[in-house]
């Protein structure tokens, strides 16, 4: 068969299918579900590479695989999911409050499709940087250029429960404005270190803060 399928690239799949999971999850209007495959993607995607490093005897072709189908995995994660989320949420609420959808919804409609472009973009760029960066090294990366799009899977679940603590809805137009901010985030030429095991130890204890909310409280 076609592809890579040894235990290097697994977490990456199974990332993908969640994804696609919480998907379907949008479509049936169940939020909560999606922002937890969300999530659940992200934590896939924290250790996918560490695990990947693991074997030392990758060919070149396995190397650069594996970094091709993590950024198409993450275009459908990190993209897809988080821009159809706000997405349906607009159609869902138009449909309550207008029962139809007025004009104001073709303008998120076009921050979903800018942000999902930026998210493209950003993923392209890191797999021709990594590329040549793995030219003159081997080592691990350390300096990351723009906000990485795995971010959202913590960003938008924390305004999400944030919403439902204050007792405001996380509206299509609070969902777009994490997109604009987000999506410029990913373009932009700044640096930002790569969390080491401290900090992804963090990040998990944030994950884990936000699923509890996120069932609790939402």
Not at 125 to 147: P, S, W
Not at 207 to 214: C, K, N, R, T
Request: hydrophobic share 50%.
């Amino acid at each position: 068969m076609l592809g890579v399928y040894n235990y290097t690239v697994w977490m990456t799949y199974v990332a993908m299918i969640i994804s696609f999971v919480g998907i379907s999850y949008v479509l049936d209007g169940n939020f909560k579900a999606a922002l937890l495959c969300l999530m659940a993607s992200g934590v896939l995607d924290m250790f996918d590479g560490k695990v990947a490093s693991t074997k030392k005897d990758r060919t070149d072709f396995q190397k650069g695989f594996g970094i091709q189908i993590d950024s198409m995995s993450d275009l459908i994660c990190y993209g897809v999911l988080p821009a159809m989320i706000v997405y349906e949420l607009g159609r869902e609420g138009s449909r309550l409050k207008f029962g139809s959808l007025p004009p104001v919804h073709n303008i998120v409609t076009a921050i979903c499709a800018c942000y999902l472009l930026c998210a493209l973009i950003r993923l392209a760029f890191f797999n021709v940087d990594e590329a040549e960066r793995q030219k003159v090294t081997a080592e691990e990366r350390h300096i990351y250029k723009g906000l990485p799009v795995t971010s959202i899977a913590l960003i938008i679940p924390a305004i999400y429960d944030i919403c439902s603590v204050v007792r405001r809805p996380f509206s299509e137009y609070v969902g777009a404005g994490i997109l604009i901010v987000c999506g410029i985030a990913f373009i932009s030429p700044f640096k930002i270190v790569k969390p080491n095991l401290l900090g992804k130890i963090v990040l998990i204890c944030v994950g884990i803060a936000e699923i509890v909310a996120l069932i609790v409280c939402c």
